[in-house]
């Protein structure tokens, strides 16, 4: 499989704060890639560096190729770099229609064609299209971030706690919707999760971050006999 | 529902109103009396400048305390050169492009040099004041443009009337009157045409979350930087048939004017048209009646009217219609539609 995204001693932080201290990453084409780590270990600091949020103190992110670190949010999600952000951040006052259309513009391709697949992908979005975001239920909510997302066809994903406040009969058809999207789309994904049984039925390599650092590589299939304190094997 | 039928529910709102308009165009220069005529083109001059901010506050989220700067400047770039040029359908293109290039200018320091909300506010209302004052004291010979005096407080009285196009025929008020319902009916169809667009949707996607929206793939500075560009352009239009209502005085950039047309977005309703249209000419029809009666001040009532609204009716005209009428007609309450974006 050929490399997506490489990510060389990446550091960063929030203003003179550091939160991640050399991160080494690589991602390859159609990879399933988990990050497993306590609270405040610097997982959702490792996506939104990525994505240009936060910006890079140190090191260097590769793009399909192509140097990112001093890119824009924006000019990364064009470069085919998606986010999914905890919390959802979905338009509240948009219709899930127009939610989705903003998520196809920057395509610059047919807008329509785009969302009607997507619309195929994710069924439970097909009746409730002309209501507004805000209203939609937490699990409603994030199946349509997810569905924003890959309105703009990203070829990398990065999932921030897709689990995170929802209800399990809607984790079970997230986790049904994302596997059979990495294979139809042959899409890489980043997924930064605490839940233990959605990111080792999801991901085919789950690495563990400690103190803003990728401390190991976990086997998905033993994922409940690993202690992230210290238990794991090394990289 | 497909794509396709969703995408054409907003044309009806443009139908109704091109009925609408249509109707007023072709009876009220016929039956109304000369001053109601003028009148009401003056209030549709207002009405496009109530246009310019439902757009770029309601829609773009910026606003902007100092839209009367580009009103103002429309009106004066169009006596300038059409008193330069003797050809006022060229000066008709310096009124909408003037103001314009002054936003681009101006835009650019304020989006690129990321300043917030309070700053823009404050800064915009700044600049209009710098106009106010500096035309207030541009009375004498020495402040001319080629042969057009600033004229200071007068203003310019001698502003030539818009002809028809390529002739030399000034427009009668019925004319007037006909081309600033074209006017208003344009700009109103433009914006309504604009926010449905992938440059719309993205201009309210920065509104609604700029950060969000930047992770999606937008150039967030660029967007509201293009919209109140746009917005400008509008409110020049609306100097330019304000000035051939009334006539170009330093008012246009008073601190009553930039009031006046926040009130108006606010009780129409910010995120809606037709709301702050509606308001504008409902307010200025109250403020004449009121004035003619001299018992109270039309600027207090104004004032009350303002509280009023942000007290007990926060979303304006519009959208608590649209709601009464969705009450009435039994619509669910818990199954909101998103047509127009409210706020």
């Not at chain 1, 939609?136 to 990203?154: N, T």
Request: with cysteine; charged share 15%; net charge positive.
């Amino acid at each position: 499989m050929s490399e997506l995204l490489s990510v060389k001693n990446l550091q960063s932080g929030y203003g003179r704060i550091p939160i991640l201290f050399g991160i080494d990453l690589s991602i390859a084409k159609g990879e399933f890639v988990g990050v497993l780590g306590h609270n405040g270990m610097g997982k959702s600091t490792l996506l939104r560096t990525l994505m240009g949020h936060i910006p890079a103190t140190v090191g260097t992110i590769a793009f399909a190729g192509t140097d990112v670190t001093r890119a824009s949010p924006a000019a990364r999600a064009r470069a085919g770099i998606g986010y999914v952000p905890q919390g959802r951040q979905i338009f509240p006052a948009l219709s899930v229609m127009d939610n989705l259309r903003v998520g196809a513009a920057c395509t610059g391709r047919q807008q329509t064609i785009i969302i009607e697949r997507v619309i195929e992908e994710f069924p439970r979005l097909k009746p409730i299209l002309t209501r507004a975001g805000g209203v939609l239920s937490g699990g409603e909510q994030q199946i349509l971030a997810l569905a924003r997302c890959l309105c703009a066809e990203p070829q990398l994903v990065l999932l921030d706690e897709p689990t995170d406040g929802i209800q399990p009969s809607i984790i079970e058809e997230m986790k049904d919707t994302l596997k059979s999207l990495a294979r139809a789309r042959n899409l890489s994904i980043l997924l930064v999760e605490q839940n233990l049984e959605f990111i080792s039925d999801l991901a085919t390599r789950v690495l563990a971050i400690k103190r803003g650092q990728l401390s190991g590589e976990i086997d998905p299939t033993k994922l409940h006999e690993a202690d992230l304190a210290g238990d794991i094997r090394p990289a | 529902m497909t794509v396709m039928a969703l995408s054409r529910s907003g044309g009806v709102h443009v139908a109704l109103a091109a009925l609408a308009a249509l109707a007023g165009i072709v009876i009220l220069p016929n039956a109304a009396p000369l001053y109601t005529l003028i009148n009401v083109t003056l209030y549709m001059s207002m009405g496009v400048f109530a246009l310019s901010l439902a757009l770029l506050w309601g829609y773009g989220g910026i606003l902007c305390f100092g839209q009367s700067a580009f009103f103002g400047l429309g009106a004066y770039a169009y006596a300038v050169a059409a008193i330069n040029f003797g050809d006022t359908t060229l000066a008709a293109v310096f009124a909408i492009g003037v103001p314009a290039l002054f936003a681009a200018g101006l835009g650019y320091f304020l989006f690129y040099g990321r300043l917030s909300d309070v700053y823009l506010g404050v800064i915009t209302l700044t600049v209009t004041l710098i106009f106010f004052k500096l035309i207030n004291s541009t009375g004498g010979d020495a402040w001319r443009i080629g042969a057009a005096r600033l004229g200071g407080f007068n203003g310019i009285p001698t502003t030539p009337l818009l002809t028809i196009p390529f002739t030399r025929i000034p427009m009668s008020p019925a004319q007037m009157f006909i081309f600033a319902a074209i006017s208003l009916f344009s700009t109103y169809a433009l914006c309504k045409g604009l926010i449905v667009t992938r440059f719309g949707r993205a201009v309210i996607a920065v509104r609604e979350n700029e950060m969000r929206a930047e992770l999606l793939g937008y150039n967030a500075r660029r967007l509201k930087l293009a919209v109140f560009v746009i917005s400008a352009g509008i409110a020049g239009l609306a100097g330019l048939l304000f000035a051939n209502s009334v006539f170009v005085s330093p008012t246009m950039f008073s601190l009553s004017m930039a009031a006046q047309v926040l009130i108006w977005v606010v009780v129409g309703g910010l995120g809606t048209l037709f709301g702050p249209v509606a308001a504008c000419f409902a307010l200025q029809i109250a403020t004449a009646v009121l004035g003619k009666l001299g018992i109270v001040d039309p600027n207090i009532v104004l004032g009350l009217v303002l509280i009023i609204f942000v007290v007990f009716v926060p979303g304006g005209i519009q959208p608590a219609f649209a709601a009464l009428l969705h009450r009435l007609m039994d619509i669910r309450a818990d199954r909101p539609v998103a047509g127009e974006v409210a706020r």
